[in-house]
């Protein structure tokens, strides 16, 4: 029987286990610590920006509505504070 780690793959899975140990450890930080709870808040509010910000352009581009106008009314629908 031919052992499954004396592969072409062995690279890979080394790699693979690298990567998910470092996920694993970003989300313990921003899980279980102070300094992560203030880093979740002020990410949550980047992508809420970001979201909003592309929520505007797609509906200015389709709707040919003002880019202000939409904005404002997006910034009236999503709370970022």
Do not use: C, W
């Not at 790699?15 to 808040?41: E, N």
């Amino acid at each position: 029987m031919k052992n499954p780690f004396e592969n072409d793959h062995q690279k890979t899975l080394i790699i693979a286990g690298a990567v998910l140990s470092l996920a694993a450890a970003g989300a313990a930080y921003l899980l279980l610590s102070d300094h992560g709870k203030q880093t979740r808040k002020g990410l949550k509010k980047k992508i809420k920006s970001i979201a909003k910000d592309a929520a505007v352009n797609v509906i200015s581009k389709k709707t040919k509505i003002n880019k202000k106008a939409v904005k404002g009314v997006a910034d009236q629908l999503v709370k970022t504070d």
